[in-house]
């Protein structure tokens, strides 16, 4: 496949303002040819939820860094699930301890990246993983 | 990844060679023709070289370590902890509903509630919190931003319970707005009338709190955003511009609030750019006072500043040794000569700190202070000629922002267009890749790495506290008469609309009973809800 059917949507739940990280990889995954839609700060799952459908995108990459993960992710994804959108492969970065990432992970998010995880390896990842299109 | 240093010679280099974290080159030796020659004298006009003629010799900095998880309850056992210790200031960290105005039992505040910090609804949380210390006994220090004027408020109400005097409060309250739209980003209202509202309050601490300081310039979390130490430098000090400013017009005295403006900068690993950043910082703020603005008092143009280590330095990988880097970006504080200083512990990038964690990272500071011997002379750094030749290129650097802000209108109109948030987002990135390309090695990271470490105990959380909060709001809400507290959030709706000053409203109130969340949503109404404007 080629990068530049790739749309990611690179979200930004919870109420924390750090988006450093989530802006850097925004324009790495852009940089790679990949469309990048950015939601911005403070969304809530149901934003985030309705902005991967209308926007049919092919992975989405959520950033956090306040601690309310394993309260966020799971409602995420359980939001896709009920627009039958749950086929769409979601990973996350942040602060996440190691023992949230294992739960996380059998609750359906795909990866997650810690602090120290390359934009390359990212870009590497959903090359990997993200189903082609068409 | 380990980093092969090889690999650096494969591509165009992305960092100059022998420069700064935040890129800045660095000559091989600097000498006696390197620097402007003017260092001044400690405690004399432009403070370069410190704001006190004896420093540390006659004060210590205080060692304000922040601290906030949970329920107020939880806070208050910390805060006396860190008391008992030999800290000497308590520093609050609010949980993220409280920050951006929502109380525990709102929406917005799913997952989120004592999480990042401690959970604060009503003025009975600000009273838990800080029972059993008096406020004016002590110095307070609290991190919030676009709910300042209602936690001040609170802050306020609750020492008058304790019959303390406004007028004997000690104490900071973060309040800068500027830097939220700029980089910490928790804000309710757009940035003018956020703009307002601080100056509100400088305007009402003048009168009423002469000795608290009613905002904390803050670079810290522009650095933490990806800035570089110039741009930390710069637009730290425009924002200052812009609160003088605005509180000048407002017919204040600048030599009444000049003295109660303090500032707080971030503490970086690139030792000799730290230090030369704070001592630019000195220099350059005291010459706008007096040169740009006409404060006719050195105490209005002396720069006090806060420092906390970097938290963005630290690293996951190899835990441990972030008490080293810790330790050597606090001695670059103290070397710089700052009030006060927090030392972040080792285990913050994993979750908030446990106690043994704080506890090293407070220990820090004292072997700082008891057993290195820097604080036997003032300023022991100054005359090196690296030291002189680098302060004197940051502030000229930082100036050259300061200039192209003015230029733009000021920063006001600059955050508007988003213009220090984009080159915070492109240093962030440039650095971000030649971090990647090895061109930058982090111990632990990117090179000199290890299969596994030894893993860190952290502090947990209970989802608990989520629960009993909402509990606790509702049962306050009943005990409160209704008519009152609606009675006080017009009263806030009113003066909002008009240009009365907001805080003896805002305190009205807090003692009729309304939350954070209720008068947050006051300016919701009155002054609109800002979005992120999500550049990349």
């Known amino acids: 496949m080629t990068d530049q059917s790739m749309r990611i949507l690179v979200a930004k739940p919870g109420l924390d303002g750090h988006d450093r990280g989530a802006k850097i990889i925004a324009r790495a995954l852009r940089d790679a040819g990949m469309e990048v839609i950015y939601t911005g700060l403070h969304q809530t799952p149901e934003m985030i939820a309705e902005a991967a459908v209308q926007e049919d995108v092919d992975a989405i990459g959520l950033s956090i860094l306040s601690g309310a993960h394993m309260t966020l992710f799971p409602k995420i994804l359980d939001l896709l699930r009920d627009k039958g959108a749950e086929e769409i492969p979601v990973f996350g970065g942040g602060i996440i301890p190691d023992e949230d990432i294992q739960q996380l992970k059998q ?19 959903i090359r990997e993983n993200v189903p082609a299109r068409n | 990844m380990a980093s092969d240093p090889a690999r650096k010679h494969d591509r165009e280099s ?28 400690p405690g004399r006009y432009p403070f370069t070289r410190g704001v006190y003629e004896t420093m540390y010799r006659g004060k210590p900095w205080t060692m304000r ?20 210790h030999g800290g000497d200031g308590l520093s609050t960290a609010f949980d993220m509903p409280t920050l951006m105005g929502y109380d525990a039992d709102s929406d917005r505040a799913l997952g989120e509630v004592g999480r990042e910090g401690v959970a604060v609804s009503t003025v009975d949380d600000v009273a838990a919190l800080f029972d059993g210390i008096r406020l004016d006994q002590v110095t307070t220090s609290m991190t919030v931003n676009c709910t300042a004027s209602i936690l001040l408020a609170m802050y306020f109400v609750v020492a008058e319970r304790q019959g303390c005097k406004w007028s004997d ?27 307002r509202i601080v100056t509100d309050m400088i305007e009402f601490c003048t009168r009423e709190a002469p000795r608290w300081h009613p905002v904390s310039i803050s670079g810290y979390h522009i650095r933490e955003a990806g800035a570089t130490a110039v741009q930390e430098l710069a637009f730290t000090l425009a924002d200052g511009i812009t609160y003088v400013q605005a509180a000048v017009d407002r017919g204040v005295d600048v030599d009444e609030f000049g003295p109660r403006l303090s500032f707080f900068f971030n503490i970086h690993n690139d030792f000799l750019e730290e230090v030369a950043k704070i001592r630019a ?6 010459r706008t006072m007096r040169e ?33 880097r810790v330790a050597v970006q606090a001695l670059a504080g103290v070397m710089a000569g700052v009030q006060s200083l927090h030392t972040n512990s080792l285990d913050e990038t994993f979750a908030l700190p446990t106690e043994e964690a704080a506890t090293v990272a407070l220990r820090t500071q004292q072997i700082i202070a008891e057993e290195t011997g820097v604080t036997n002379t003032v300023d022991p750094l100054g005359g090196s000629f690296a030291v002189e030749a680098l302060t004197d290129r940051m502030e ?43 061109e930058y090695v982090t111990v632990g990271v990117n090179g000199y790495t290890m299969e596994s ?49 907001l805080m003896p409203v805002v305190i009205d109130a807090v003692r009729a009973g309304c939350t954070v969340g209720e008068i947050s949503d006051v300016y919701r109404e009155v002054f609109g809800v800002y979005g992120d404007p999500a550049w990349i």
């Open chain 1, 107 to 125: 609750l359906g998010i795909r990866e997650v990246f810690t602090p120290g995880a390359t934009t390359g390896a990212i870009v590497d990842w």
């Open chain 2, 14 to 41: 992305a960092r100059p060679p022998h420069s700064t974290i935040s890129g800045m080159e660095i000559d091989e030796v600097y000498g006696p023709d390197s620097a402007s020659g003017a260092v001044g004298e």
């Open chain 2, 65 to 84: 370590q922040f601290a906030g998880f949970g329920s107020a309850a939880d806070t208050n056992a910390r805060f006396k902890y860190l008391l008992e």
């Open chain 2, 169 to 195: 409060l000690g104490g900071t309250i973060q309040n800068d707005m500027l830097k939220e739209f700029i980089a910490q980003k928790e804000w309710i209202s757009p940035p003018a009338p956020s703009l």
């Open chain 2, 281 to 286: 910082a000195r220099r350059l703020w005291a």
């Open chain 2, 292 to 324: 740009r603005f006409g404060a006719k008092t050195d105490r209005a143009c002396l720069m006090r500043t806060h420092a906390q280590t970097s938290g963005v330095s630290l690293t996951a990988q190899q835990p441990l040794n972030n008490v080293v």
């Open chain 2, 396 to 438: 000229a650097e930082a100036q050259a922002y300061i200039d192209r802000i003015d230029d733009m209108g000021g920063m006001l109109r600059a955050i508007e267009i988003g213009f220090p948030q984009k080159e915070i987002a492109d240093s962030a990135f440039t650095f971000q890749v030649a971090h990647d390309a090895g």
């Open chain 2, 453 to 501: 470490a030894a893993a860190v105990e952290t502090l947990k959380i209970g989802l608990e506290i989520e629960a009993d909060q909402k509990e606790k709001l509702a049962a306050y809400k009943a005990g409160r008469d209704g008519a009152a507290a609606e009675a006080a959030l017009a009263a806030i709706r009113s003066a909002a609309a008009g240009d009365d000053n």
